[in-house]
C-alpha cells in the first residue's frame, strides 16, 4: 500500500495587490520548501526577516480576517492564500511577504489556485502526515449563533451552513466531498459583505483596500436613496447602484451560493492551521474566523495529547500483511530468537508488528522467577528485527541481505512487559535509505501506553 507523499511547488509564485483591510501594497512570493516545513510566512519588510509558522496557537485576531503573530511579527488575511496551497495539496511553502496584509486580489482565492497551477507542483519522499479524528470535536459560541463540530471518517469533508436573516441571501448551504474540488468548487468564491456593516468597519479602520471588485457588497431590501448616496461615498463612485439581485451595480454570483462557498474556503484557510491533513467530516452553522480557528485549537490539542499513542490501530481478527511463515522467508532468526509474529502493516517508509509476549518464553525462567518481565534488550531487538522487515521487503531477492545493528541512541524505557502483553512495534524511516544505512524511529506499546522508545541504525548487507 502506497502512502501519499508530501508536496510542495515547482518554482517560486508572485503576487502584487492591496490588503483588503490596511489598503497597503504588497507584494508576495511564494517559494518551494523542504519536507515537514509546513507553511510559513516572511515578514521580509522587517529586521532579521522574522517567520512565522501558520500555526492555530499563533492566530491573534480574527475580527475580519486571521491574522497570525509571532515575537512582535504580524501577517493578516492569511486564510485566503493558505487555503489555496491546501486545497491545492501543498504542503511546504514559505510565503515572502514585504507587508503586514495579503493582497486581496478578487475576494478570492482564484488568482492563487490559477498561479499554484501554472507553476506545477512536485511530489516530494517524505510521507504526508494525516490526523484521524477520533471523537466528535465541538465549538460553538450562542452569541453569533456559531457550531462548528467535526466527526471521524475516513477523508476530509465539509457541509456548511449560513443564514443570517437576509432576504437577499436566505438560507445558503455548501459542501465539499473531496479536497480535490477545491480549486474549481470553492477557490473563485468571492468574500462579502452586508452594505450596513460598511461605515462601521470604516469607522475601526478597516477595508481601506475594499473595492466593489474584490467584494460582493449585499443591500437589504428598502434601501434609500440618502443610503445609497453614502454608499457612492465610500467606494468614491459616482455610479452606484442596486440591482434586483439585490448587490451593489452589475457583479454577478459565480455561483448562485458563492456567499456560502466563500464561507467554505475560510473555513479550509483556517482549519489548515492544525499544520497537518485531517481525516474527519466538518458539519458547519454560520463559520467565521473565529470559530474557524478554535477549533483549529481544539484539533491541535488533541494531536498532542495522542502524540504518545499509537498511529496504528490494531484488530487481531484481520488478516495480517505477514503471517509468521511470510516472516521466516524474509529474516534469518528462529525460534526462540524469532521475537515478531507478525506484519500488519507496511509501506515503503513504515512498519507496524505484533509480538504476542506468553509465560511460554524462555527468558521468564531466569528474568525474574518470581516477577517476570520481558527484558528491554530483547524489546529492542524486536523493533530492530521489524525493522529489518522494513529495509528489506522492497528488494526483488530479500533472502540473500541481511541486516546488522550499526547503533542504538536515545533508548527510553517507559513500562515493564509481562506475559499476557500484546506488544505493537511501530517504525518509521527517519532518512530516506543511502548505500544500504537504514536510519528509524522506533517505538513499541502495550494498548495505548508506550512502553520502549529508540533510535536505530542498522547496515543491509548481502549474506550470498
Not at 449563533?145 to 476530509?156: A, E, K, L, R, S
Not at 480557528?293 to 487481531?316: C, H, M, Q, S, V
Amino acid at each position: 500500500m502506497a502512502s501519499e507523499k508530501q508536496r510542495t511547488l515547482s518554482q517560486p509564485i508572485q503576487f502584487k495587490g492591496m490588503g483588503l483591510h490596511t489598503g497597503k501594497i504588497a507584494e508576495m512570493t511564494v517559494e518551494p520548501a523542504q519536507e515537514h516545513f509546513g507553511i510559513r510566512f516572511q515578514r521580509t519588510d522587517l529586521d532579521g526577516q522574522p517567520m512565522i509558522e501558520a500555526l492555530a496557537e499563533n492566530v491573534t485576531d480574527t475580527s475580519r480576517g486571521t491574522t497570525l503573530s509571532k515575537s512582535g511579527a504580524s501577517v493578516s488575511t492569511v486564510e485566503h492564500i493558505v487555503a489555496a496551497l491546501w486545497g491545492c495539496g501543498i504542503d511546504n511553502a514559505l510565503i515572502k511577504i514585504d507587508a503586514p496584509e495579503m493582497p486581496i486580489m478578487d475576494g478570492s482565492a482564484r488568482e492563487y489556485v490559477e498561479k499554484i497551477a501554472e507553476a506545477g507542483i512536485v511530489e516530494q519522499t517524505a510521507d504526508r502526515v494525516y490526523y484521524d479524528i477520533s471523537e466528535k470535536i465541538a465549538f460553538s459560541n450562542p452569541q453569533s449563533g456559531t457550531q462548528i463540530v467535526i466527526y471521524p471518517d475516513d477523508h476530509f469533508s465539509v457541509n456548511l451552513n449560513i443564514d443570517y436573516g437576509s432576504e437577499v441571501l436566505g438560507n445558503q448551504y455548501a459542501k465539499l466531498d473531496d479536497i480535490a474540488e477545491f480549486p474549481t468548487e470553492i477557490a473563485a468564491c468571492r468574500t462579502f459583505v452586508f452594505a450596513h456593516e460598511l461605515e462601521p468597519l470604516l469607522e475601526k479602520n478597516l477595508i481601506k483596500g475594499g473595492d466593489l471588485d474584490n467584494a460582493i457588497v449585499i443591500v437589504e431590501p428598502f434601501v434609500t436613496a440618502q443610503e445609497i448616496e453614502r454608499l457612492a461615498g465610500v467606494f468614491h463612485k459616482s455610479d452606484i447602484r442596486v440591482m434586483p439581485n439585490g448587490l451593489l451595480n452589475n457583479l454577478q454570483m459565480r455561483f448562485p451560493n458563492e456567499p456560502a462557498r466563500h464561507k467554505l474556503l475560510d473555513l479550509i484557510g483556517d482549519l489548515a492551521l492544525v499544520g497537518q491533513r485531517i481525516n474527519g467530516k466538518v458539519i458547519a452553522y454560520k463559520p467565521g474566523h473565529y470559530g474557524n480557528t478554535e477549533l483549529a485549537k481544539l484539533i491541535r490539542k488533541n494531536i498532542k495529547r495522542d502524540a504518545g499513542k499509537p498511529w496504528f490501530k490494531y484488530d487481531p481478527t484481520k488478516a495480517p500483511v505477514y503471517d509468521i511463515n511470510r516472516i521466516k522467508g524474509l529474516l534469518p532468526h528462529r525460534p526462540p530468537f524469532l521475537l515478531v509474529d507478525k506484519i500488519i502493516y507496511i509501506d515503503s517508509q513504515k512498519v507496524v508488528g505484533i509480538k504476542n509476549v506468553t509465560m511460554n518464553e524462555p527468558f521468564f525462567v531466569g528474568h525474574f522467577p518470581e516477577e517476570p518481565v520481558m527484558p528491554g534488550v530483547l524489546t529492542v531487538e524486536a523493533m530492530g528485527q521489524c525493522g529489518g522487515i522494513l529495509a528489506l521487503h522492497n528488494l526483488p531477492d530479500p533472502e540473500n541481505y541481511s541486516t546488522y545493528f550499526m547503533k542504538i541512541d536515545s533508548v527510553k524505557f517507559r513500562g515493564k512487559v509481562v506475559p499476557g502483553d500484546t506488544l505493537q512495534f511501530e517504525l518509521r524511516l527517519s532518512e530516506p535509505v543511502r548505500r544500504g544505512i537504514v536510519k528509524m524511529e522506533a517505538k513499541a506499546y502495550v494498548g495505548d501506553q508506550l512502553a520502549v522508545e529508540a533510535e536505530l541504525m542498522a547496515q543491509v548487507a548481502k549474506t550470498k
